[in-house]
């Protein structure tokens, strides 16, 4: 019996299944700003079949994008740009899909060209700017070095995910997942790697956990609210699986529904050994130390029996498809034809169900 397609309590919120389509920067945004890309993406995202949608890492203020292209949701332009790709995505959605938005600040990794463009950081000639960081040290030789935050620095961050997190509110999602991890700002203070500060931030939970309290306060308790958090820096002295569990529960008292565990990318020196969920094991690690918290887990879930074996063995609870989403847009469907489950599908391509197109069995290659 497949667990996949049962229906999941995050919090306040219900999704339908086990199945998110994991966070994906799209570099397509203008000053932050929605572009006819997102018309188009999000909405295919959205009649994919997962139960819950998490848009690509949205800046909380313009210097916290990672790229000139980044979206973001730092002013009123954003706002309505973001608002008329939501609601695009909702008019397509499957019944209860839930949509969600990860707020983010790229820190010292900000200020970066977009991928196919060199994914480096940004030259002179490319509009670059000043980058902020716990700690005036770069991400890697040639990168330009951050402004460590000062008190007041990180208190005005605060405040900008708190004002996001009100924006996203207004514009209608249901989860807000804040960025915790792949060597951006709130994973720079939470890495022994990085964060060497003597003041009251250098204990490393506190600036996260600070953005999660003010983030909780910002939205209404409908929302659910959570974060991608590193399960392994991949890096001897840094954030471990044991850590990260500690981490979640932490998050979990300060009142966060559900974490989402990743890893990696907070230096070029991490080795990070990549195989079929790699990651699912941490995402085991953090589940049995805070069985009351929804756990995602991600990273090369491709399959729909492997996806269905994470779920029904209580690995994760719910699992994020990314690369394998933007291949087949459709993963939710074809994984329940897979386990056998039936979906809803919208009525004007209802006919596709297998089950009202006679032959379609034996057509489809196995
Ligand atoms: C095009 C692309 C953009 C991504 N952007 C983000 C992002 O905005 N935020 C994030 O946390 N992870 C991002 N990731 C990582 C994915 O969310 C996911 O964790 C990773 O791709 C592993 O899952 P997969 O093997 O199913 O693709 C991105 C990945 C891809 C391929």
Not at 46 to 66: K, Q
Not at 160 to 186: N, Q, T
Not at 222 to 249: C, L
Not at 310 to 322: E, L, N, Y
Request: hydrophobic share 45%; aromatic share 8%; charged share 20%.
């Amino acid at each position: 019996m497949p667990h996949l397609f049962d229906p999941l309590a995050i919090g306040p919120v219900h999704a339908p299944n086990r199945i998110a389509i994991a966070p994906m920067c799209q570099y397509s945004s203008n000053d932050g700003c929605a572009s006819d890309w997102h018309l188009q993406h999000i909405p295919m995202m959205a009649m994919s079949g997962a139960g819950l949608v998490i848009l690509e890492a949205t800046g909380v203020e313009r210097a916290g994008r990672i790229t000139h292209g980044c979206l973001g949701l730092y002013s009123d332009d954003n706002e309505r740009a973001l608002r008329r790709a939501l609601e695009a995505a909702k008019a397509v959605a499957l019944p209860g899909t839930l949509f969600g938005v990860q707020l983010a600040h790229a820190g010292r990794k900000a200020s970066s060209q977009i991928p196919w463009k060199g994914g480096s950081w940004l030259r002179p000639d490319e509009d670059p700017w000043r980058t902020s960081a716990p700690v005036a040290e770069p991400f890697a030789e040639g990168w330009p070095v951050p402004v460590a935050l000062d008190d007041a620095g990180v208190q005005r961050l605060i405040d900008s995910f708190a004002e996001a997190a009100g924006r996203a509110a207004r514009i209608g999602f249901d989860v807000i997942e804040l960025h915790m991890a792949h060597g951006y700002l709130m994973h720079e203070f939470l890495s022994p790697l990085v964060n060497r500060r003597s003041d009251k931030w250098g204990e490393l939970s506190r600036f996260p956990l600070e953005v999660g309290r003010a983030v909780a306060a910002a939205i209404p308790k409908t929302m659910a609210w959570g974060a991608r958090i590193t399960g392994s820096d991949w890096i001897e002295g840094g954030i471990t699986p044991v850590d990260a569990a500690r981490f979640a529960g932490e998050l979990r008292r300060a009142g966060a529904h559900f974490v989402d565990v990743s890893s990696g990318s907070v230096s070029p020196q991490a080795r990070v050994q990549i195989g079929p969920g790699y990651q699912v094991p941490f995402a085991a690690e953090v589940k049995r130390a805070n069985p009351d918290l929804v756990v995602s887990a991600v990273g090369l879930i491709v399959d729909a029996q492997q996806a269905d074996g994470i779920v029904s063995s209580g690995q994760a609870d719910q699992i994020a498809i990314g690369r394998g989403a933007l291949d087949d847009p459709r993963w939710g469907w074809r994984a329940a034809e897979k386990l056998g489950v039936e979906i809803t599908r919208p009525p004007q391509y209802a006919r596709t169900a297998p089950k009202l197109w006679p032959g379609a069995a034996l057509i489809r290659p196995a």
